[in-house]
């Protein structure tokens, strides 16, 4: 009975982890740079700066009025890495 129980249970653990790689794998290939990092990354930095400031409330966390980010505009160059 507990044999058949693992076996089981590590089949559907197997299932599962095929399906979803084989979903996100789908979703993230020939991914460029400006489609998800450059935006983003602005707003992970501000998350960070504002959780280790302890501010929890404000407006760029909460989405309840104006959030001021980070200007990540360039002229050429990416200061973000794609790898």
């Known amino acids: 009975m507990i044999i058949q129980f693992t076996k089981n249970t590590f089949l559907i653990f197997a299932l599962i982890s095929?399906?979803?790689y084989g979903i996100l794998a789908?979703?993230?290939e020939?991914?460029?740079i400006n489609i998800d990092e450059a935006p983003h990354?602005?707003?992970?930095m501000k998350y960070?700066?504002?959780m280790m400031e302890g501010k929890i409330?404000?407006?760029c966390i909460t989405g309840l009025?104006?959030?001021n980010l980070i200007d990540l505009d360039c002229d050429k160059i990416?200061?973000?890495s794609s790898g």
């Open 48 to 50: 960070f700066d504002l």
């Open 18 to 20: 095929i399906a979803s």
């Open 30 to 32: 020939n991914q460029g």
């Open 65 to 67: 009025g104006d959030c």
């Open 41 to 44: 990354h602005g707003y992970g």
């Open 57 to 59: 409330l404000d407006p």
């Open 78 to 80: 990416h200061w973000i």
């Open 26 to 28: 789908f979703n993230i």
